[in-house]
């Protein structure tokens, strides 16, 4: 299982490429293209997965560890805040990765995409504060760059439960992809034009 995580970089860096260059989240980071608008739009579609995740996590007893890493009421608090206090008291948008709460493979996907957003929330958390933008709500961000530091303590905790439930990492890796193509389908229905 030790190449569980190389494989999940590797055979998922398209899908995640694909999804940066997608709107709103190609506007991170540029001021020429960010706005109120597109940031809302990147926190909706943001908050569709996390709350799809949370409740699948939720629901499987052998994710206690990872639920303590990932801190799902937490999360989906934070982003629900920045949301309200943007004007967006509905925030939810249609999101179905199909994954299944009672396997493990799918319980490890949906943490590595999670855990794997709060790497860059660190750098988009210093980017927001150092450019024009404080008046942009930022609990979401603020949490979730303070999980970026357990990603070592959630490698080895999701690698134990991989072994321990001898998950399928192909499983793993489809079910990752499929939340990355579901976040670009949330995109797709927040870009410009769209309803």
């Not at 940066?20 to 989240?25: A, D, G, I, L, Y």
């Not at 709350?51 to 996590?57: F, N």
């Not at 001898?166 to 309803?195: D, K, M, Y």
């Amino acid at each position: 299982m030790t190449d569980l995580f190389s494989d999940l970089k590797q055979q998922t860096a398209a899908s995640h490429q694909a999804l940066e260059t997608t709107f709103p989240f190609n506007t991170m980071l540029k001021p020429e293209h960010f706005s109120t608008q597109s940031y809302t739009d990147n926190l909706m579609i943001l908050a569709s997965f996390h709350q799809y995740v949370a409740q699948k996590m939720q629901q499987n007893p052998h994710n206690e560890n990872l639920n303590d890493l990932l801190q799902p009421s937490i999360i989906v608090e934070a982003i629900s805040t920045d949301l309200a206090l943007l004007g967006i008291k509905s925030p939810a948008l249609r999101f179905d990765a199909g994954l299944a709460s009672d396997n493990m493979a799918d319980m490890v996907a949906a943490a590595y995409v999670w855990m794997g957003s709060s790497m860059g929330a660190k750098v988009l958390h210093h980017w927001l504060q150092q450019h024009d933008y404080q008046h942009l709500p930022t609990h979401y961000y603020a949490h979730m760059r303070t999980l970026g530091r357990q990603w070592r303590t959630f490698m080895q905790q999701a690698d134990l439960l991989a072994q321990q439930h001898h998950i399928s990492q192909q499983r793993c890796v489809n079910s990752a992809n499929a939340l990355f193509n579901e976040l670009i389908a949330g995109a797709g229905r927040c870009a410009p034009g769209e309803e």
